[in-house]
């Protein structure tokens, strides 16, 4: 996500800075900014857009000292621009910051009532704010305000009255000190640090550094002492930028845990049964008469969870069409049918040609996006974002995981709006709260998942088959395969398969079914027997424990047992992890495949 850069030594501090945030462009951000202190004063650039323009805007307006703070900015809480760039300034305090502030809205309003003055709509400068307001040393202050916060949050303070002090407090977004024996370093990821030192501190949840030149002090933010050891970090250059994994789709797939948090955040009331999802006029938007659902790729994929997820919770006629064939449709639509369009990068070309020509027809528009402030979400009556992070991998992965889980959260929203029975929203929602650790124990499939994907290397054509909620995972798992190996593959709604695919299957033909349990399982159970007795290799994504299915398949991949409405949040991580083991052993163009863009924004 954002990117933390902060230095403090005895050379310019801001061209050290700008330095390391180039070294963390990879990661993609809308905006950045610096600030330094020098003869006891605070400076800030902030600029909307590259780093190219900060860089153009320093070299306009240079700014001198030897600390300096800097950021790049991902949006979530306000478009980019100047005003919402970090770092921000509240009196002599300035703070540049990762994450989301759960409780920001209500601390706002506390501190609005004792006069505060906002310039930006970040959840971000309720922080400096809340420090600036304390009294004692820097440490002790950001400590204090610290107390107060809420979330997941990665910080770096730097303040007029202390210059030569950076501080830095952590509590589940990454962030990490670099000692040198003339210099201190903050950065939010490591290769923004490795052209100044290998020698490291990770810094563990909950804790805050104080960093001076060649001096850190770690302790928890509630005071108490902490001992660590520095370490040395053995990784290159290109290997830090992902994160130690050999590609940015490995890195993303084992994010996933971590993105659906963020996803969730703030979100989740079991008290009320129901969820709570920004500013959505759910009351309203839940009297439409239908929905339709578009999307292209696999954010269609994630539509047809929906859609399935919003009739039963919602009890809503729900249609899902791909955007390249609905904007050029002549769909029955007006104020009556909600489009829901979804995106990952929010500037898909034929998405946004779809509600625009809906918009046109007086539909309303609501989005589920991952990239704030993109074409889709501002051509959108109402947005709902993913909090996904950017997704570098051409291969959709935790973008898809992410949107699978907003849409859920619409569908609880929706069927709470219209009659769904407390406890069941209830169910769902403590389910979702299982999701991350889920997701987790699907990952460690891994091993499983590479034995089969020797097995398959070589197979000229893959074919995929689920049923109800296990269709649209058939169909994202065939895309994986596919879009990054090459091979060509098929997703099928397994029932279909006597129409038609069965003629494909001989011996040995790969056929990989998802099996888990759920209303469908022994319906599923039926098809795999008309694949067994053609001789097909049946490798089947099932849930731990059952028995029946290694008695049918050739190999079996478990996947945690979870609410079946869950069940394609779990079963989609192996088939991803598949698709990934096996261009890798055919040393394919994981992260960039031939022919294919992360964003198509063109028709
Ligand atoms: C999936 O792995 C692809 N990258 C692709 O299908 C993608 O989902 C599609 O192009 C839609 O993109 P969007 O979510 O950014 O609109």
Same mark, same amino acid.
Request: aromatic letters at 4%; glycine letters at 8%; hydrophobic letters at 40%.
């Given at each position: 996500?954002?990117?933390?850069?902060?230095?403090?030594?005895?050379?310019?501090?801001?061209?050290?800075?700008?330095?390391?945030?180039?070294?963390?462009?990879?990661?993609?951000?809308?905006?950045?900014?610096?600030?330094?202190?020098?003869?006891?004063?605070?400076?800030?650039?902030?600029?909307?857009?590259?780093?190219?323009?900060?860089?153009?805007?320093?070299?306009?307006?240079?700014?001198?000292?030897?600390?300096?703070?800097?950021?790049?900015?991902?949006?979530?809480?306000?478009?980019?621009?100047?005003?919402?760039?970090?770092?921000?300034?509240?009196?002599?305090?300035?703070?540049?910051?990762?994450?989301?502030?759960?409780?920001?809205?209500?601390?706002?309003?506390?501190?609005?009532?004792?006069?505060?003055?906002?310039?930006?709509?970040?959840?971000?400068?309720?922080?400096?704010?809340?420090?600036?307001?304390?009294?004692?040393?820097?440490?002790?202050?950001?400590?204090?305000?610290?107390?107060?916060?809420?979330?997941?949050?990665?910080?770096?303070?730097?303040?007029?009255?202390?210059?030569?002090?950076?501080?830095?407090?952590?509590?589940?977004?990454? @962030?990490?000190?670099?000692?040198?024996?003339?210099?201190?370093?903050?950065?939010?990821?490591?290769?923004?640090?490795?052209?100044?030192?290998?020698?490291?501190?990770?810094?563990?949840?909950?804790?805050?550094?104080?960093?001076?030149?060649?001096?850190?002090?770690?302790?928890?933010?509630?005071?108490?002492?902490?001992?660590?050891?520095?370490?040395?970090?053995?990784?290159?250059?290109?290997?830090?930028?992902?994160?130690?994994?050999?590609?940015?789709?490995?890195?993303?797939?084992?994010?996933?845990?971590?993105?659906?948090?963020?996803?969730?955040?703030?979100?989740?009331?079991?008290?009320?049964?129901?969820?709570?999802?920004?500013?959505?006029?759910?009351?309203? @938007?839940?009297?439409?008469?239908?929905?339709m659902?578009t999307a292209c790729?696999?954010?269609?994929?994630?539509?047809?969870?929906?859609?399935?997820?919003?009739?039963?919770?919602?009890?809503?006629?729900?249609e899902?069409d791909l955007a390249s064939e609905l904007r050029y449709r002549s769909p029955m639509m007006?104020?009556?049918?909600?489009v829901?369009?979804?995106?990952?990068?929010?500037?898909t070309a034929d998405t946004l040609a779809a509600i625009k020509a809906a918009?046109e027809k007086?539909?309303?528009?609501?989005?589920?996006?991952?990239?704030?402030?993109?074409?889709?979400?501002?051509?959108?009556?109402?947005?709902?974002?993913?909090?996904?992070?950017?997704?570098?991998?051409?291969?959709?992965?935790?973008?898809?995981?992410?949107?699978?889980?907003?849409?859920?959260?619409?569908?609880?929203?929706?069927?709470?709006?219209?009659?769904?029975?407390?406890?069941?929203?209830?169910? @769902?929602?403590?389910?979702?709260?299982?999701?991350?650790?889920?997701?987790?124990?699907?990952?460690?499939?891994?091993?499983?998942?590479?034995?089969?994907?020797?097995?398959?290397?070589?197979?000229?054509?893959?074919?995929?088959?689920?049923?109800?909620?296990?269709?649209?995972?058939?169909?994202?798992?065939?895309?994986?395969?596919?879009?990054?190996?090459?091979?060509?593959?098929?997703?099928?709604?397994?029932?279909?398969?006597?129409?038609?695919?069965?003629?494909?299957?001989?011996?040995?033909?790969?056929?990989?079914?998802?099996?888990?349990?759920?209303?469908?399982?022994?319906?599923?159970?039926?098809?795999?027997?008309?694949?067994?007795?053609?001789?097909?290799?049946?490798?089947?994504?099932?849930?731990?424990?059952?028995?029946?299915?290694?008695?049918?398949?050739?190999?079996?991949?478990?996947?945690?047992?979870?609410?079946?409405?869950?069940?394609?949040?779990?079963?989609?991580?192996?088939?991803?992890?598949?698709?990934?083991?096996?261009?890798?052993?055919?040393?394919?163009?994981?992260?960039?495949?031939?022919?294919?863009?992360?964003?198509?924004?063109?028709e």
């Amino acid at each position: 996500m954002c990117g933390i850069v902060g230095f403090v030594g005895n050379a310019e501090a801001s061209d050290n800075v700008l330095d390391g945030l180039r070294r963390l462009e990879y990661r993609g951000y809308d905006s950045a900014g610096i600030a330094t202190v020098c003869d006891g004063k605070l400076d800030v650039r902030r600029r909307k857009g590259k780093l190219a323009e900060l860089a153009k805007l320093l070299k306009a307006e240079p700014l001198k000292g030897d600390i300096a703070i800097g950021h790049t900015r991902w949006a979530t809480h306000g478009k980019p621009s100047d005003e919402n760039a970090h770092p921000h300034r509240v009196g002599d305090v300035v703070v540049v910051h990762n994450g989301i502030i759960e409780n920001y809205l209500d601390l706002k309003a506390e501190l609005a009532a004792q006069g505060a003055k906002f310039e930006s709509e970040t959840d971000t400068e309720v922080i400096a704010h809340l420090i600036a307001g304390q009294k004692g040393t820097l440490e002790e202050r950001v400590r204090k305000a610290l107390s107060r916060v809420r979330g997941a949050y990665a910080i770096a303070v730097i303040s007029s009255s202390e210059p030569d002090t950076m501080i830095a407090a952590k509590n589940a977004s990454p @962030l990490i000190i670099g000692l040198r024996d003339d210099a201190g370093l903050i950065a939010s990821d490591i290769p923004a640090l490795l052209s100044h030192t290998r020698k490291v501190i990770v810094l563990e949840e909950g804790e805050m550094a104080v960093v001076q030149p060649g001096k850190v002090k770690v302790s928890k933010i509630n005071g108490e002492p902490v001992n660590r050891e520095p370490r040395i970090i053995e990784w290159s250059a290109v290997s830090a930028e992902k994160g130690g994994h050999k590609h940015f789709m490995h890195k993303e797939m084992h994010e996933q845990p971590r993105a659906v948090i963020d996803t969730l955040r703030g979100r989740l009331s079991s008290h009320e049964a129901t969820v709570q999802l920004e500013g959505l006029p759910i009351d309203k @938007l839940a009297k439409v008469q239908r929905i339709m659902l578009t999307a292209c790729g696999t954010s269609w994929h994630a539509s047809l969870v929906g859609r399935l997820m919003l009739e039963e919770l919602a009890r809503i006629g729900c249609e899902v069409d791909l955007a390249s064939e609905l904007r050029y449709r002549s769909p029955m639509m007006g104020p009556e049918t909600l489009v829901l369009a979804v995106s990952q990068s929010g500037e898909t070309a034929d998405t946004l040609a779809a509600i625009k020509a809906a918009k046109e027809k007086g539909s309303p528009i609501l989005s589920v996006v991952n990239v704030v402030d993109s074409s889709i979400a501002r051509e959108s009556d109402h947005v709902l974002y993913t909090h996904a992070g950017p997704e570098i991998g051409v291969a959709s992965t935790k973008a898809f995981i992410t949107q699978v889980i907003a849409l859920q959260l619409l569908a609880i929203a929706f069927g709470r709006a219209r009659g769904l029975a407390e406890s069941r929203a209830k169910q @769902l929602v403590e389910g979702l709260r299982t999701v991350p650790l889920l997701i987790e124990q699907a990952l460690k499939s891994e091993k499983a998942v590479m034995d089969v994907a020797q097995k398959i290397r070589n197979a000229r054509s893959v074919l995929y088959l689920g049923r109800g909620f296990g269709y649209p995972v058939a169909l994202e798992g065939a895309l994986k395969l596919k879009e990054i190996s090459y091979i060509h593959a098929e997703g099928y709604a397994a029932g279909e398969m006597k129409h038609g695919p069965i003629a494909l299957i001989e011996k040995g033909v790969p056929v990989i079914v998802i099996a888990t349990q759920g209303p469908l399982y022994d319906k599923v159970i039926s098809n795999l027997q008309e694949v067994k007795a053609r001789e097909g290799h049946i490798i089947a994504i099932a849930t731990e424990g059952d028995r029946q299915i290694g008695r049918m398949a050739d190999d079996v991949i478990s996947v945690p047992d979870t609410d079946p409405m869950l069940a394609p949040l779990v079963a989609t991580i192996p088939l991803q992890l598949l698709a990934y083991h096996v261009a890798d052993l055919r040393g394919t163009d994981i992260d960039q495949p031939r022919n294919l863009a992360k964003s198509v924004t063109v028709e």
